[in-house]
């Protein structure tokens, strides 16, 4: 069975860092990509960050570059957000996601498949 | 700025069937942008339900389908249940590894 456990939240003061990382199980964690998907209190939804299989690419929504990297462990099995530069609005449960296509498939569908139960981020003085 | 749009809220009768869409602020939406719909119940990680359009993900009841319906992608319920009382998102793949998000609609099932 597929499973996505993220840890790292905490409480954080603006300007402050934290990482967080995810830990997959029950799939080949070095052949999927792999998201960062956050939600705000009593917000939607919002990709955050993507990170191809082997590390090569890593993508980011506007209001994270800069300050946020994403990387991977693959002989961990493990995933991480770095955060830096944090921001009240950075404020979120932040869900670690697998992505739908894995290495080699004939065709990508460009989608999440697999989601963590997310760790949250409090940015606050 | 690319805005994907959906409506804020709906409602259904249990039984009923309703369709949620998904647009965008500035041209149509097409299978290029590979569309897909999660599930979310509050307090509860999001549940992927269709990708690459109208592909069921697994274990997802043959009740919910995903199509092209004009210029938007759409989420149709058919027979809707008293569970699927929840928030829905579609996302769009923009290309050049970014996805956006769409606000969501908060279907209430009455």
């Known amino acids: 069975q597929v499973q996505l456990v993220e840890s790292g939240g905490g409480v954080v003061q603006p300007g402050g860092s934290l990482r967080l990382a995810c830990a997959g199980s029950?799939?080949?964690?070095?052949?999927?990509?792999m998201h960062w998907v956050r939600q705000a209190p009593g917000k939607g939804l919002e990709w955050a960050a993507f990170?191809?299989?082997?590390?090569?690419?890593?993508y980011y929504v506007d209001s994270v570059k800069g300050r946020f990297t994403i990387s991977r462990d693959n002989s961990k099995s493990t995933l991480y957000l770095q955060m830096n530069s944090l921001r009240a609005e950075d404020t979120a449960v932040y869900y670690c996601?697998?992505?739908?296509?894995?290495?080699?498939?004939?065709?990508?569908?460009?989608?999440?498949?697999?989601w963590g139960k997310g760790t949250t981020v409090t940015v606050s003085s | 700025q690319t805005v994907v749009t959906q409506e804020p809220s709906f409602s259904v009768s249990p039984g009923g069937t309703v369709t949620l869409t998904c647009g965008l602020s500035?041209?149509?939406?097409?299978?290029?942008?590979?569309p897909s719909w999660y599930q979310q119940t509050p307090g509860q990680a999001p549940r992927t339900l269709i990708y690459?359009?109208?592909t069921r993900s697994s274990g997802v009841p043959d009740r919910f389908s995903g199509s092209i319906l004009g210029n938007k992608a759409a989420l149709s319920i058919t027979g809707a249940q008293a569970e699927d009382d929840s928030d829905y998102y579609c996302?769009?793949?923009?290309?050049?590894?970014?996805?956006?998000f769409g606000g969501g609609t908060k279907l209430t099932v009455l």
């Open positions: 996601v697998k992505d739908g296509t894995e290495y080699g498939d004939y065709e990508d569908y460009y989608y999440m498949d697999v």
């Open positions: 029950g799939f080949t964690f070095r052949s999927y990509g």
């Open positions: 990170i191809r299989y082997d590390e090569e690419n890593k």
């Open positions: 500035s041209g149509s939406v097409s299978p290029r942008f590979y």
């Open positions: 690459n359009t109208n």
């Open positions: 996302v769009l793949y923009m290309g050049g590894g970014i996805w956006v």
